[in-house]
């Protein structure tokens, strides 16, 4: 059974930076950030497998995401954030390889409980 914890999450100026953790207990191969702001559908922000890493075209740049495996956690470090970048911010991992160059919500069987990030004047 795999877990996953969202930390991190909070309300910056534009043009700041958040660090976002999810702490992971159990066996994942692919994992994933999300978002969803109100009334939008949830969207692939970024995803990792072993070395490869895949981005939002709207986040290129600017979000990258990595993967501690000695710590058990993955990141997601936002840069230059807009407030476009609003959402409430979901972990997401899957246990076997999945496709990451499209980042779909299908791809993903364990979710996080998210973390609010709030980009405002």
């Known amino acids: 059974q795999v877990q996953l914890v969202e930390s991190g999450g909070d309300s910056v100026q534009p043009g700041g930076s958040l660090r976002l953790s999810c702490a992971v207990s159990?066996?994942?191969?692919?994992m994933a950030w999300f978002r969803q702001a109100p009334g939008k559908e949830r969207e692939g922000v970024a995803a990792?497998?072993?070395?490869?890493?895949s981005y939002a075209d709207g986040v290129k740049g600017r979000f990258t995401i990595s993967k501690d495996n000695a710590k058990n956690t993955l990141y997601l470090q936002m840069n230059s954030l807009k407030p476009e970048d609003t959402a409430m911010y979901y972990c997401a991992a899957s246990a076997f390889p999945r496709p990451i160059a499209t980042i779909k919500s299908s791809n993903f069987y364990y979710w996080g409980q998210g973390t609010q990030v709030t980009v405002s004047s």
């Open positions: 159990g066996n994942t191969y692919t």
């Open positions: 990792i497998q072993r070395d490869t890493t």
